[in-house]
């Protein structure tokens, strides 16, 4: 058994199907019609009226040249040549679609994210969320540091004060004491 093409009447590849080894050539396919319980009453009552079945498609026995993304066989070509005539058989077929159709399939296509992708893309947002909160506790810890810095100075400030104003007021008690002497 090989597989060979199978084609539409109008030569364009449908898909592979399985035959003898000593096949080649081309021959046809039927369509194989709907039955229903009318039409097998139908054929019963008229066996002598018979209808010839519809081709759908050809079996061909030529292979199919790599590289063609829709490959049409040339039916017309195949049927023309004189019988026993050697020929290229890979002549019989071309590509059925054109440029622009061949362009729009081979152009790259946006890729679907994998769930790992996802993952990682959530674990990157998650690290940069870490990040600016590591970074807003830091400038508030610097902030907080400056803010006790400025208390003890305050502190300082008004130690010195209260300092000074013990003394002006040692000061004053002195004089009114050297006054009343």
Known sequence: MKAVPKVNTDGLYIEDTLVDDAFSGVVPFYA?????????????DEEEEETEPEIAGYIV?????????????DLAAW??????????????WSEGLSAEEIEELTKPQPQEPTA??????????????????????????????????????????????????????LEVIKLKGADQA
């Open 32 to 44: 194989d019609p709907p039955e229903t319980e009318t039409d097998i009453e139908a054929a019963v």
């Open 61 to 73: 026995g030529v292979p199919v040249p790599q590289g063609l993304y829709l490959p049409q066989f």
């Open 79 to 92: 049927e023309a040549r004189e019988e026993g005539e050697q020929t290229d058989p890979s002549g019989y």
């Open 116 to 169: 790992t992708d996802l993952l990682g893309e959530e674990l990157t947002a998650m690290k940069l969320q870490n990040i600016q909160q590591q970074a807003l506790v830091g400038s508030m810890g610097e902030q907080l540091v400056q803010s006790k810095l400025e208390g003890i100075q305050q502190q300082q400030t008004i130690g010195a004060l209260g300092a000074e104003l013990a003394a002006t007021k």
